[in-house]
């Protein structure tokens, strides 16, 4: 390990000055585990690449000369920016993988303070199941390695933070979109256009800033789907288009992958819950695979609860505006991940990028459920507090 390495842990560590508004001895032990359990995945991750495939030798070692060619967004920038940092500081394959998680453990301190925000303004402290969401091991893995997904959990997690009080935080919100654009273009533009459908709908906004942010977010769609068109050779306002697109993107990726897994080419309701759910013990597939099915039983618990309570979801979604954003943003990426290109590996990396939104939802959805079951115990004491004593008179 280098510099550049050693920044990257300590980068990582200033996060911890984003987690919360306020600190206790426990946040920070809190906190301080979580990073080091973050670190030691980065390192166990690069331990799998020595043996196994993967896109992080693409980034630092370059194989196809992408750093010689013309610049462009995506795969390319991570490229330029990993092949300009060594050029500039130099640095080992193990030391990238420890300035990327630092990305990621921003966005993890992120997640912790829009739930710790979410608690406050509910009235709420803090539940243990919380405490579990913040150690399901997909999150740790994948935004601990060189490349395009910690950064883009970082972004994601802003754009949710940045809701609890979009009128404070636009200029984050802003900053977010700026990330996905570098490494994900569509990820933005779907941020965007689900802010603007959060605007238009629903409660939680004043119409003066409503009227503000409708009127900014215009011009950025505008060069976003522009952007977004020239970069994929596509129309988004033909059908047609889109659907050749993804069938193009489909094709090439089946053929590529050998479609070994059957799911390329199966109906959307397969892809859905491949996506959501597998694997799950059957058919894991190794140690990480096995892990994930744990993960993958949390997220039917996390489903069954939110089906359960679609009543308060529903109210909350006309009545908050960050429940809003985030059911828009996480509908929306849920489809656009299911319908394009996609095997179970490939799944369980890119959901990590609604794995924010999806929380904030869960989120509300269990402490407004709590409240309720408390208030619930509340009333039924005090009628058999009252009972009793008419009782015993």
């Known amino acids: 390990m280098t510099f550049v390495g050693f920044a990257g842990i300590v980068l990582g560590l200033l996060a911890a000055l984003w987690m919360s508004s306020s600190y206790t001895n426990r946040k920070i032990g809190f906190f301080a585990l979580i990073a080091s359990m973050h670190v030691v995945t980065a390192v166990i991750y690069y331990q799998y690449v020595q043996t196994?495939?993967?896109?992080?030798?693409?980034?630092?070692?370059?194989?196809?000369?992408?750093?010689?060619?013309?610049?462009?967004?995506?795969?390319?920038?991570?490229?330029?920016?990993?092949?300009?940092?060594?050029?500039?500081?130099?640095g080992s394959y193990l030391d990238y993988f420890l300035l990327f998680q630092a990305f990621g453990l921003w966005g993890i301190a992120l997640l912790i303070r829009t739930l710790e925000?979410?608690?406050?303004?509910?009235?709420?402290?803090?539940?243990?199941?919380?405490?579990?969401?913040?150690?399901?091991?997909?999150?740790?893995?994948?935004?601990?390695?060189?490349?395009?997904?910690?950064?883009?959990?970082?972004?994601?997690?802003?754009?949710?933070?940045?809701?609890?009080?979009?009128?404070?935080?636009?200029?984050?919100?802003?900053?977010?979109?700026?990330?996905?654009?570098?490494?994900?273009?569509?990820?933005?533009?779907?941020?965007?256009?689900a802010l603007a459908l959060t605007l238009m709908t629903g409660r939680g906004i004043s119409p003066t800033l409503r009227a503000l942010l409708i009127v900014a977010i215009i011009p950025v769609l505008y060069v976003?789907?522009?952007?977004?068109?020239?970069?994929?050779?596509?129309?988004?306002?033909?059908?047609?288009?889109?659907?050749?697109?993804?069938?193009?993107?489909?094709t090439t990726f089946a053929t590529a992958a050998g479609?070994?897994?059957?799911?390329?080419?199966?109906?959307?309701?397969?892809?859905?819950?491949?996506?959501?759910?597998?694997?799950?013990?059957?058919?894991?597939?190794?140690?990480?695979?096995?892990?994930a099915s744990f993960q993958?039983?949390?997220?039917?618990?996390?489903?069954?609860?939110?089906?359960?309570?679609?009543?308060?979801?529903?109210?909350?979604?006309?009545?908050s505006f960050p429940v809003r954003f985030a059911t828009i943003f996480l509908i929306a990426m849920i489809a656009m991940l299911t319908v394009m290109y996609y095997n179970i590996g490939l799944g369980l990396r890119q959901r990590e990028m609604?794995?924010?939104?999806?929380?904030?939802?869960?989120?509300?959805?269990?402490?407004?459920?709590?409240?309720?079951?408390?208030?619930?115990?509340a009333t039924a004491d005090g009628i058999n507090e009252t009972h009793w004593i008419e009782t015993s008179r």
């Open 259 to 291: 479609d070994a897994e059957g799911l390329v080419t199966r109906a959307f309701p397969v892809r859905l819950i491949s996506l959501l759910y597998l694997p799950i013990f059957i058919g894991a597939g190794g140690l990480f695979g096995f892990v």
């Open 52 to 90: 196994n495939d993967a896109d992080t030798k693409l980034y630092y070692f370059d194989p196809y000369g992408f750093y010689f060619l013309d610049f462009s967004l995506g795969t390319t920038f991570v490229v330029y920016f990993v092949q300009w940092m060594r050029v500039l500081m130099g």
């Open 224 to 250: 976003l789907v522009g952007t977004v068109q020239s970069s994929l050779k596509l129309d988004l306002a033909s059908v047609g288009s889109v659907a050749n697109y993804v069938e193009l993107q489909t």
């Open 296 to 319: 993958n039983v949390f997220m039917l618990y996390v489903s069954s609860v939110l089906v359960r309570e679609s009543r308060s979801w529903r109210a909350m979604f006309r009545q």
């Open 354 to 377: 609604f794995t924010p939104a999806l929380y904030l939802v869960f989120g509300a959805v269990y402490l407004v459920r709590s409240a309720r079951r408390a208030a619930e115990l």
């Open 117 to 193: 925000e979410l608690a406050e303004v509910l009235g709420q402290h803090w539940p243990p199941i919380f405490t579990i969401m913040m150690f399901m091991p997909g999150m740790y893995f994948w935004t601990s390695a060189i490349g395009k997904d910690a950064p883009l959990f970082l972004a994601c997690a802003m754009v949710l933070w940045s809701t609890m009080a979009i009128s404070r935080r636009w200029v984050w919100f802003g900053l977010a979109i700026a990330i996905m654009v570098l490494f994900r273009l569509h990820v933005a533009l779907v941020a965007v256009a």
